[in-house]
């Protein structure tokens, strides 16, 4: 699975930013999409994540009633839904794909097999 995020850029605080992520290859429609970010300096965290078929849905704490995760398996596309967007959301946003195993939780990147190549999101103040 290749996978190619879009629709970063650079943004004033409060304002709302779509990302996506493409996949190209077989079976999409088979794994379950997770959304990271790298801030410099720091480690990559868990952001969002959504099941297979969309049914399952997890956020990180600092970014739950402001951003919203979808899936379009007839796409092949993940979607990020970023409102009320803060300097501290600053960072390189990920995409990924994971072939769930029973017992994970999908918030951790060593979970998931494949990556994309990010996109920048900077909020300025």
């Known amino acids: 699975v290749q996978l190619v995020e879009s629709g970063g850029g650079l943004v004033q605080a409060g304002d709302s930013l779509r990302l996506s992520c493409a996949a190209s290859?077989?079976?999409?429609?088979?794994?379950?999409m997770g959304w990271f970010r790298q801030a410099p300096g720091k480690e990559r965290e868990f952001v969002a994540r959504?099941?297979?078929?969309?049914?399952?849905?997890y956020y990180a704490d600092s970014v739950k009633g402001r951003f919203t995760i979808s899936r379009d398996n007839a796409k092949n596309t993940v979607y990020l839904q970023m409102n009320s967007l803060k300097p501290e959301d600053t960072a390189v946003y990920y995409c990924?794909?994971?072939?769930?195993?029973?017992?994970?939780?999908?918030?951790?990147?060593?979970?998931?097999?494949?990556w994309g190549q990010g996109t920048q999101v900077t909020v300025s103040s």
């Open positions: 959504i099941s297979w078929s969309g049914a399952s849905i």
């Open positions: 290859g077989r079976t999409f429609s088979r794994y379950r």
């Open positions: 990924a794909a994971d072939s769930p195993v029973l017992g994970q939780t999908g918030t951790l990147p060593r979970e998931y097999d494949y």
